[in-house]
């Protein structure tokens, strides 16, 4: 099985003060990767702080190189600061500022041209799964995307169901399986390299006392967590539920 990959998302929260001393209040994480996605304007006061403690990442980059795009920040410009990982695709991204798959698919190229590994937001929204298109819109968002996952350093899917984003409301165990066993089929279909790469990892409603249930599939590679990770201690909480149960799979 993957390394765990466990995410923190802080979206538009914080302060440099809670960058600068988040590393620190986590402390030292072995058996699971962690990667923390600070606003932009942190990254390098944290990269510094962190010194190499924990993998940084940004929470969205512009699908552009360089020029004329008032207000972007370029995929090199995030690598140069200490981002290695990109989220590309989230669905305040998509909702809020409109974004397609083509723009999705844009970032994620340019991510990867820098020299950074793309984690790929994709999701339902609830009248969508009721309607019966769940896997039908996953696999759409997907489309696009494989052959640029290849060519990434390390990638992930994070499987984020817009109706449990943020919400409370945590999808089912047997619901959050499905998806990533039919991401995991289309990625085999594709070309079975990416079994290895690419990890598929949960988003939605998060919390120290739901990630355990979620671990127990190994379909689950890891989790995103939005307001979760805003707290260090709830945060490393997620951390150490997923360091135990790696800890006792090895076993
Ligand atoms: C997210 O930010 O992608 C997210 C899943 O947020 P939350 O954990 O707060 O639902």
């Known amino acids: ?12 929260h914080g302060d440099l003060a809670m960058a600068g001393g988040f590393a620190a209040a986590l402390g030292q994480v072995n058996t699971v990767e962690v990667v923390v996605m600070p606003p932009m304007a942190y ?48 669905s305040e991204r998509r909702v809020v500022h409109s974004e397609s798959d ?23 929204t609830q009248q969508q799964r009721d309607a019966g298109l769940a896997v039908e819109t996953i696999s759409d968002q997907l489309a696009s995307i494989w052959r640029l996952l290849l060519q990434a350093p390390a990638a992930g899917i994070a499987y984020e169901p817009v109706w449990a984003i943020g919400s409370g409301q945590v999808a089912s165990l047997e619901d959050v399986a499905v998806m990533h066993r039919s991401i995991r089929e289309q990625m085999r279909a594709y070309d079975a390299r990416m079994l ?5 990892i949960y988003g939605g409603s998060v919390k120290p006392n739901n990630v355990g249930e979620l671990f127990t599939d190994d379909a689950v590679e890891g989790v995103l967590v939005g307001g979760a990770s ?6 490393r909480a997620i951390i150490d539920v997923a360091a135990e ?7």
């Open 196 to 200: 290895e790469k690419v990890r598929v």
């Open 43 to 90: 990254l390098q006061g944290m990269a510094e702080a962190a010194a190499g403690q924990v993998a940084l990442g940004c929470q969205d980059i512009s699908p552009f190189a360089e020029g004329a795009y008032t207000g972007d920040v370029s995929a090199g410009m995030a690598y140069e600061v200490g981002a290695r990982w990109a989220l590309v695709g989230h």
């Open 102 to 124: 083509q723009d999705v698919a844009a970032k994620c190229e340019a991510a990867v041209e820098a020299g950074l590994s793309p984690i790929v937001c994709v999701g339902e």
């Open 245 to 251: 149960q790696a800890a006792a799979e090895k076993e």
């Open 1 to 12: 099985m993957n390394k765990r990959l466990i995410i923190a998302n802080w979206k538009m």
């Open 230 to 235: 805003l707290d260090p201690e709830s945060f």
